[in-house]
């Protein structure tokens, strides 16, 4: 018979409720600590900027490591770095000790994680890179340790409580190795100049790739976009709005540049019987709100819904329409 999970007498929800209150608590003192490190130690702040400029001007990639709950904290901090310029990919130590050790070559940079610093299964790693003469960056909590006295930065983290009542689970320990990967990849990432445009090289899928994408990877161009010029009669005006099916027109100048437009709510408040023979200048609005082509598609929904518009017409510099970009095309990419 299997194991039963029996409610514990008196745990009540206002029981489970302070418990978590307390890890979080917990942690949020734990993350206070580190920030406070940072101001406090200078030889931590010191490691930090050593850090990054060491990963920063190698040629290699950044080779990340560790053992349990810092070996899966490494992979994500690979993940991050490498999702953000910095080429990086996780190792575990183990398999590093059967064979791993040949990717690792004198350009690359290690990041070790240990929170004691004594982990056994790190040492073929340490030798490897004493042997070829690999920079090793350490993330642990104790200064004295094996791992940081054989780093060339050892990044020494504050000692907190666990949120474990035991103290046993690698539990804020793990976030602030977390937090201070996280902050060297943003750092290198800075440093870098890396920009939106290089972000949505590496996430082309998903909603974060739809927002990264340019207005004009999804506007409609060329004869999509209904446009007419000024003097031309509003019965014009009306059967380009119903063919093209944007609930709106263009109207341009003499030069090509778009000065008004009319919509929907133009004909509304226009209607009259003479409407129809009208010159299209006297109904449109002018000053229309307009987007450029490289705007990304998220500000370009943020923009609709501030203004409470539904259609944006795209113009280049001068001003004339490049195409014209629908609130729908925007949903349908997966913006929103």
């Known amino acids: 018979m299997g194991l039963r999970h029996v409610k514990a007498e ?16 917990t942690a949020t003192n734990g993350i206070k600590a580190l920030a406070d490190h940072l101001t406090t130690d200078e030889v931590f702040a010191q490691s930090l900027v050593d850090a990054v400029e060491l990963i920063g001007d190698r040629r290699g990639r950044v080779v990340v490591s560790g053992v349990g ?7 994500k901090i690979a993940a991050t770095m490498a999702s953000t310029g910095t080429s990086a990919y996780f190792v575990h130590p183990t398999e590093a000790s059967h064979g791993d050790l040949g990717m690792i070559i004198s350009d690359d940079v290690l990041i070790l994680l240990s ?3 004594e982990t056994a299964e790190l040492a073929n790693m340490l ?25 060339d930065v050892a990044l020494v983290l504050p000692k907190v409580p666990e949120a474990c009542p035991h103290g046993l689970a690698p539990t804020t320990s793990a976030m602030l190795q977390l937090a201070v990967g996280d902050a060297l990849a943003i750092a290198l990432l ?23 994408r340019l207005v004009q990877e999804l506007a409609h161009v060329a004869e999509q976009v209904p446009l007419l010029a000024v003097g031309r009669p509003m019965s014009d005006a009306v059967i380009e709005m119903s063919a093209k099916g944007f609930g709106v027109v263009g109207i341009v100048d003499e030069s090509g540049v778009l000065i008004g437009v009319i919509t929907d709510g133009d004909l509304r408040r226009h209607m009259a019987g003479n409407l129809l023979v009208q010159p299209v ?34 113009v280049d510099e001068a001003g004339i329409p490049a195409g014209i970009l629908h609130i729908h095309d925007l949903l349908r990419a997966g913006v929103a």
Not at 10 to 25: D, E, F, M, Q
Not at 195 to 210: N, Q, V, Y
């Open 10 to 25: 008196g745990h009540s929800s206002g029981a489970v409720l302070a418990s978590i209150g307390r890890t979080l608590t």
């Open 69 to 75: 709950k810092s070996g899966h904290i490494g992979r």
């Open 115 to 117: 929170w004691s610093g």
């Open 127 to 151: 030798t490897y890179a004493k042997r070829f003469k690999v920079p090793i960056v350490s993330i642990s909590s104790n200064r004295d340790s094996i791992l940081a006295r054989n780093s």
């Open 190 to 212: 800075e440093r870098r100049g890396f920009s939106a445009e290089d972000f949505k090289t590496f996430h082309p899928g998903g909603k974060l790739g739809a927002q990264l």
């Open 281 to 314: 200048e006297e109904v449109m609005s002018r000053n229309p709100r307009v987007v450029h082509g490289d705007v990304l598609a998220s500000a370009a929904m943020e923009f609709m819904q501030e203004h409470k518009v539904t259609v944006l017409f795209l």
